[in-house]
């Protein structure tokens, strides 16, 4: 699912029917994974993005090839909505040696400079200055790309979010904060972290502009960052959109969830980006139920040769160990 050239924000019928596929594969693929790593077969700690699938995939279908991505410690969707290659993909989970990043990345830490995925992160807030370097880079070598930097709303109290918002503004560099706000910060909500009522009420304070939309709404993700990138772009300098969406899984696979109520679960499920826009393909007679079981055996096909590739594909060599990385120890 690679980043796709456009020239006005409306999509054609093909795009809208590849924006949902893309989300259907996502979904079909941390499914997998969560089964999978259920079993025991992929280790670590592994932190889906079931129910932010719209998100992923309308940040992407607002970005072109030359653009560049910096994620989060959940960056399953970011990395295959960018164009990453399941197989690959999987295989790191599994941390196989025909892993994107020969096995030693994992889920968190995740990157393929070919698609213009910088960087996932383990650290809270750990990408936002990455993605700020990324973008003033951008600038000194007179490229037009843009940076997209995601980062989760526990992100927005540290440190590193003040610091990055303001010297994007000072320097007006070409990057896009975007906040997933799932409301939780693994499993302490929003409320009980901050005072201001939405993240993007701090945006004022570092003289940008912000806007908080519907994240389980496909197109009104996709025409909001398109119109921040394409500002980017041009000169405009750095927004923050904060995109309101939910996690209807735990913080990470095997999570409790002992800190939110069923009730509040199944509110958010009832508003499920793929469904939803299942229902507008639906009105446009974009999509019916023999096009719909056709995408899915499709997915289905893809994501067990994914597994099936990282099951039977060997472990890292030992003696690789030490290679790419950045310094090593002297005895």
């Keep these: 699912m690679p980043a796709r050239k456009r020239t006005s924000l409306a999509l054609s019928s ?16 941390d499914e997998k994974v969560s089964e999978r790593c259920i079993r025991g077969e992929i280790p670590g700690l592994i932190h889906l993005g079931v129910g932010e699938e719209a998100v992923a995939v309308g940040v992407n279908a607002a970005l072109q090839p030359q653009d560049k991505m910096v994620s989060t410690h959940r960056a399953h969707s970011h990395f295959l ?9 999987m295989a790191e989970l599994y941390g196989k040696a025909t892993g994107c990043c020969g096995g030693k990345a994992g889920s968190m830490h995740l990157a393929d400079l070919d698609i213009g ?18 973008a003033l880079g951008l600038r000194i070598l007179n490229d037009d790309g ?32 975007l906040c997933e ?41 996709y025409e909001t960052v398109r119109r921040a990138v394409d500002k980017a772009r041009a000169g405009g300098g750095p927004t923050l959109i904060e995109a309101k ?7 990470y696979v095997g999570d409790s969830e002992n800190y939110r ?8 499920q009832a508003k499920d980006p ?48 030490l290679s790419h990385v950045y310094a090593e120890g002297v005895a």
Excluded at 117 to 122: K, Q
Excluded at 183 to 201: E, L, M, T
């Design 245 to 251: 969406t939910y996690r209807t899984i735990g913080h």
């Design 274 to 321: 793929i469904v939803r826009f299942e229902q507008v393909m639906r009105r446009k007679k974009l999509l019916n139920k023999a096009l719909k079981e056709e995408i899915a055996a499709r997915i289905a096909v893809l994501v067990e040769e994914a597994t099936d590739f990282a099951l039977h594909s060997p472990f890292p060599d030992p003696a690789s160990a």
């Design 117 to 134: 995925f910088l960087a996932a992160n383990g650290v809270v807030g750990g990408g936002l200055p990455l993605a700020v370097g990324a």
């Design 146 to 177: 843009v940076t997209l930097c995601f980062f989760g709303d526990g992100a927005n109290n540290n440190g590193a979010f003040h610091e990055s918002l303001n010297l994007a503004a000072v320097l007006e560099l070409p990057v896009v904060f």
């Design 14 to 29: 093909e795009q809208l029917l590849q924006l949902y596929e893309d989300m259907s594969m996502l979904r079909a693929f």
């Design 261 to 268: 109520s069923a009730e509040e679960v199944a509110e958010w």
């Design 81 to 89: 909505a960018r164009g990453a290659d399941p197989k690959a993909f």
């Design 181 to 221: 706000n799932n409301g939780y910060g693994i499993s302490q909500s929003i409320h009980k972290q901050q005072r201001v009522a939405n993240v993007a009420d701090r945006a004022p304070g570092y003289g940008i502009p912000a806007e908080i939309i519907d994240g389980n709404d496909v197109l009104e993700v």
